[in-house]
């Protein structure tokens, strides 16, 4: 089991989420935050500092957000484990669900 990032976070990434990880396997990606499912530990420490409330556990993800399981699992499809999201920096791409979705998916981020 893991934690999944969902739509609340697209075009938003606040980063709250990735000062409070322990073990550093909260990815960026070009539009969205990315958590590791095979380098998370399931500590749940992401989930109440995130301040749009975007982290799920993977069994709680809302109906309507359940596709971002896969985005956030097969993001790592030719990544494989980096070992830490530090030393990656932000990775130039994102999972075609998410590029796919429109710029304004999240109003609020073009405040």
């Given amino acids: 089991m893991t934690y999944v ?3 609340p976070c697209v075009d938003l990434k606040d980063r709250a989420c990735v ?3 322990p073990v550093d396997c909260i990815y960026e990606g070009k539009r969205m935050l990315y958590i590791h499912p095979d380098e998370c530990v399931d ?14 556990y993977e069994d709680d993800t809302p109906d309507q957000w359940k596709d971002y399981y896969a985005a956030n ?4 499809d030719d990544l494989g484990s980096p070992g830490g999201a530090a030393k990656t920096g932000v990775i130039d791409k994102d999972h075609p669900f998410i590029a796919a979705l429109p710029p304004d998916i999240n109003p609020e981020a073009a405040k």
């Fill in 5 to 7: 990032i969902a739509q």
């Fill in 19 to 21: 000062d409070e990880c």
């Fill in 43 to 56: 500590c749940g420490a992401c989930e109440p500092v995130c301040p749009v409330e975007a982290i799920f």
């Fill in 73 to 76: 699992v097969e993001f790592f």
